[in-house]
């Protein structure tokens, strides 16, 4: 349930970089981790997103966007960049230990 209705918008057919019928934004490669979040940062141009690890074991997976990444930050719940990740074309690989939650800022 969200705290936050959910707007619908509807627009009409134009060019973009993001084929729908084909592509993600985004897609998580271990299926265990579970997606929290996507959101614009607050104060930076750049998305964050938020997932989890709901097991009792750490989980490696990746990050793996449509487009290329530049930059990649492990950041705080305040959206605060902690330490930089690698970023190799548009995968950003994860370490999630058991019971966390994840956030990554990412720059496109």
């Known amino acids: 349930m969200f705290n936050v209705n959910v707007p619908v918008v509807q627009t009409r057919k134009h060019e973009g970089t993001l084929p729908g ?5 985004f897609e998580i490669d ?3 981790l579970r997606f929290s979040a996507l959101k614009k940062c607050e104060d930076r141009d750049s998305w964050i997103v938020r997932l ?3 097991t009792a074991s750490k989980q490696k997976g ?3 966007f449509h ?9 705080n719940l305040n959206e605060e960049q902690e330490r ?5 074309g548009n995968s950003v690989p994860l370490d999630v230990a ?3 939650i994840v956030t990554v800022e990412v720059e496109m």
């Open 84 to 88: 930089e990740m690698p970023v190799s």
């Open 21 to 25: 019928d084909k592509h993600s934004f």
């Open 98 to 100: 058991p019971g966390k």
């Open 62 to 64: 990746s990050l793996v």
């Open 52 to 54: 989890c690890n709901p």
């Open 30 to 32: 271990n299926d265990v």
């Open 67 to 75: 487009l290329p990444v530049k930059k990649a930050w492990l950041t």
